[in-house]
Nanobody, 122 residues
Framework: QVQPVESGGGLVQAGGSLRLSCAAS????????MGWFRQAPGKEREFVAV????????DYANSVKGRFTISRDNPKNTVYLQMNSLKPEDTAVYYC???????????????WGQGTQVTVSS
C-alpha cells in the first residue's frame, strides 16, 4: 500500500488558519474512512477528526469542534482539514490515515502518512 502524503502545515499566529491536505492513491483511499491525528512533543498521538467514505458522517475531538472542518474529494483521492482560530496548543505534527470504520481509536487506522508540522505562535 502506498502511504498518503500530508501537506499544508506551517507556522501561523494564534487566531490564524491553515488547510491541510492528505493525498493518497486510489487503492489506499477508496472505500475507507479517513482520519486526522496529531502528536505534540512528549505527548501521545491523539485523534482530531474523521470522515466517512461518502463524506456524510464526520466526528471531531472536543478540543477542535467548531474550529476544524474535515472534508474529502474522492475523485482526487484527497482529504482536507480546514483549521481556523488556531491556538498554540494545536501545535503538533498532523497525520492522516485510513480506517474501515469511523472511529476515534488509532488502533483501527493504517497506512499512516509521514505527517506535516503545524506550529501556532502566541
Amino acid at each position: 500500500q502506498v502511504q498518503p502524503v500530508e501537506s499544508g502545515g506551517g507556522l501561523v499566529q494564534a487566531g490564524g488558519s491553515l488547510r491541510l491536505s492528505c493525498a493518497a492513491s486510489g487503492r489506499t483511499f477508496r472505500g475507507y474512512a479517513m482520519g486526522w491525528f496529531r502528536q505534540a512533543p512528549g505527548k501521545e498521538r491523539e485523534f482530531v477528526a474523521v470522515i466517512s467514505w461518502s463524506g456524510d458522517s464526520t466526528d471531531y475531538a472536543n478540543s477542535v469542534k467548531g474550529r476544524f472542518t474535515i472534508s474529502r474529494d474522492n475523485p482526487k483521492n484527497t482529504v482536507y482539514l480546514q483549521m481556523n482560530s488556531l491556538k498554540p496548543e494545536d501545535t503538533a505534527v498532523y497525520y492522516c490515515a485510513r480506517s474501515p470504520v469511523i472511529t476515534k481509536w488509532s488502533t483501527s487506522y493504517e497506512n499512516w502518512g509521514q505527517g506535516t508540522q503545524v506550529t501556532v505562535s502566541s
